[in-house]
């Protein structure tokens, strides 16, 4: 089963997102910013990380940055999942490294497919509604 890890420091957010990957049988790891990241990061193998642009402590582009430079962790799928929506934004997060931008709040109905969509598609770089 591929590694999944949510970077959410909205609590709300956080535990619907894990819900939800539990409900389609995935197992996620949770991380409430940027440094509790790059910590599960160093330890896990993870396949692709969902993560909100809005972060405490780091904000997400410098947290993708980190992500990006490093050759251990540079391939892995990072899709921001953001209330930043306009064109701008994602255009932004997409040039920035993100494999796709997932707007929030999050469709409940289709998430598991997104996801499934995330790690299975070979090149993406687009938008969700």
Do not use: W
Not at 24 to 47: H, I, Q, R
């Amino acid at each position: 089963m591929p590694e999944i890890l949510i970077v959410e420091d909205n609590l709300l957010n956080l535990v619907v997102e894990a819900d939800l990957l539990k409900s389609c049988g995935y197992d996620p790891k949770k991380a409430k910013n940027g440094f509790e990241a790059l910590e599960v990061l160093s330890k896990v193998k993870v396949d692709l990380v969902l993560m909100d642009m809005e972060l405490p402590k780091m904000h997400g582009l410098e947290l993708l940055q980190r992500i990006k430079c490093n050759p251990d962790t540079q391939s892995i799928r990072v899709v921001a999942v953001t209330g930043h929506c306009d064109s701008e934004s994602k255009q932004k997060f997409l040039k920035a490294g993100c494999y796709a931008v997932l707007s929030k709040p999050i469709n409940f109905d289709i998430f598991g497919s997104q996801v499934k969509e995330f790690l299975t598609v070979t090149s993406y770089l687009t938008e969700f509604p």
